[in-house]
């Protein structure tokens, strides 16, 4: 079966970024699970606002069934492994753990990155985000066929570390 390429990790571990990179190189066609559902409901605080977090999460989970498609590139939100059946569907395709230490992801979300992520408003971010990675990390690992350290380098170097990986994992 051809998969689909996943990035999933923390807020700020470079999920977009590195993802699209990463089919500029596959030449494949790149989406954002967040960019999707912003598309679809409006601004995430908004929708983190008006419906809450579960019906966030529903839409989450609904818009990852839909992007998953062979052949493309899928940038996730943070969160989107936090539910059973979206890491069982992850598993079937090629998703990428970016690694990165909570104090570098607290240093790249300073200022006006952490405002359009409501699980960081009003929170000391080193703590916040060192919490959510001892709460997440293991389903992070759970969904991931493998993992790279992505804390330092630029998205292209990220992306071509990531690519080396794939095809050593057998992406042809
Ligand atoms: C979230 C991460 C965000 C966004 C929402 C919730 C999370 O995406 O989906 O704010 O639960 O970690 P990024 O990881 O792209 O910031």
Not at 65 to 86: D, F, H, I, M, Q
Not at 95 to 119: C, D, F
Not at 128 to 134: D, G, I, M, N, V
Not at 139 to 160: D, K, N
Request: hydrophobic share 40%.
């Amino acid at each position: 079966m051809k998969r689909a390429v996943v990035l999933i990790g923390l807020m700020g571990s470079g999920k977009t970024s590195v993802g699209r990179a990463l089919a500029d190189l596959l030449g494949w066609p790149w989406e954002d699970l967040d960019h999707a559902l912003v598309r679809r409901h409006g601004r995430i605080v908004e929708q983190f606002r008006r419906v809450g977090e579960p019906a966030f999460r529903r839409r989450e989970s609904a818009m990852l069934a839909r992007c998953l498609k062979p052949g493309r590139v899928l940038s996730t939100g943070g969160g989107v492994v936090l539910e059973r059946l979206n890491r069982a569907r992850l598993k079937k395709h090629w998703t990428v753990y970016l690694q990165v230490p909570p104090p570098i992801l607290a240093r790249r979300l300073r200022g006006p990155q952490s405002l359009a992520r409501p699980l960081l408003k009003g929170q000391a971010l080193g703590p916040r985000l060192a919490s959510l990675s001892r709460e997440r990390g293991h389903f992070y690992r759970e969904s991931a066929t493998f993992s790279v350290r992505a804390g330092r380098g630029t998205a292209l170097q990220v992306a071509r570390r990531v690519l080396k990986r794939l095809r050593s994992f057998g992406l042809s």
